[in-house]
């Protein structure tokens, strides 16, 4: 740490800015677009049943938002978000971890919780809100959590987890137990205020969180030229004083390889570490949004070229990893488990009413009771619209 109000600290004796261009960071970036790797990259550092498992999970979450997308526009499911384009940031990266190392998500990291080991029929659970869902069936879809694979709960108000992951982070420390904590979250969020008091106080008191910015180019409508005028969000972690790296985030091997050495230096030094992964929403933000509106064709083709996904398989297959015949057979394998599951889902029964109001207040106070009689009337009057749904007006 440098002390500007040091006594000896250097002096310059003309009026020099340092330029607002002073800072570019390059891009850490192990395999080119056809999958080789880059000469200087050397022979990349990374297992082969690791790279094998990152590439399932991330077909897995490929074909799981593919035939959510289809669900909710068949009018299946009210709800949905992709993460379609940036599987390699979020499989990659929660690859690079222990599987005790806590997850404090965004929303568009399911990546991170299937190479966890999150079920189809656990995501289907969520996203039809059945009685087995772990949330209880309370919130809207996508907004995962597992207790058992320490993925913390997604909340929608942006940049909440940023300084709650470095108080965790914190008491990880103090724990001992050589764990630490991965913050998932775009750089529209980083805006927020939270994200610099997260920063801040993580570089002071020292928390071994792992800032994991998807910097994919928009913030739903807004892109990145509208949000900042700097050198993206890795420059904004050196200005607090927190060691930063910026990755090509659709390059599985580099985005791993950051991770797990951000992760070694987080618990070795018990320090923070910032992560900007280069990545590109190629989908829409959710299923309310149209993004023909804001940007074109030809920019979202362009963008087709760098899919994580293809470039991993190429990579796999030159090393003899990998054939057309196993990623086809682990397709339709994926295609058919989840279509199983939400089928399955759908039919079965939803929680019971009475559980909307319960786990806050040791007894249900009157205004929530009343509440809950007026949702179970409703329900009565439009039976249709609620199948599977118990609890009438008793
Ligand atoms: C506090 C708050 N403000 C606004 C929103 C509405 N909102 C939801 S997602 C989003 C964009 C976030 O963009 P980014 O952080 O880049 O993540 P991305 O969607 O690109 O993955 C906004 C503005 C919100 N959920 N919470
Ligand atoms: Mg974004």
Known sequence: MYDPSALDATRIHSPEFI????????????????????????????????????????????LLDERMLGAQRQGR???YLTCTGEE?????SAAGLEAEDMIWPQYREQGALRYRGFTAEQFMHQLFATDMDLGKGRQMPVHYGSRELHYMTVSSPLATQIPQAAGYAYGQKLDGAGRCSICYFGEGAASEGDFHAALNMAAVIRC???????????????PVSEQYAGDGVAARGVGYGVRSIRVDGNDFLAVYLATREARRQ??????????????YRLGAHSTSDDPS???????????????????????????????????????????????????????LPKPPLERLVEDVYAAVPWHLAEQLEAVKRHVDAHPEAYPNTAGRAG
Not at 88 to 92: F, I, N
């Open 19 to 62: 330029t607002e261009s002073a800072l570019q960071i390059p891009i850490y970036a192990v395999l080119r677009e056809d999958g080789s790797p880059y000469p200087d990259a050397g022979d990349p550092d990374v297992a082969e049943e690791v790279v094998v498992a990152m590439h399932d999970a991330a077909v897995f979450t490929r």
């Open 77 to 79: 499911l009210p709800f």
């Open 88 to 92: 390699a940031a979020t499989v990659g």
């Open 208 to 222: 071994p969180a792992i800032f994991f910015c998807r910097n994919n180019g928009y913030a739903i409508s807004t």
């Open 266 to 279: 987080a618990v070795s030094e018990g320090v923070p570490v910032l992560i900007e992964a280069m990545t």
């Open 293 to 347: 509106g804001y940007r074109s064709r030809k920019e979202e083709e362009a963008w087709q070229r760098f899919d994580p996904i293809a470039r991993i398989r190429a990579y796999m297959e030159s090393r003899g990893w990998w054939d057309a015949e196993r990623d086809e057979a682990l397709r339709q394998r994926y295609r058919d488990e989840i279509l199983a599951a939400m089928k399955a889902a759908e039919k």
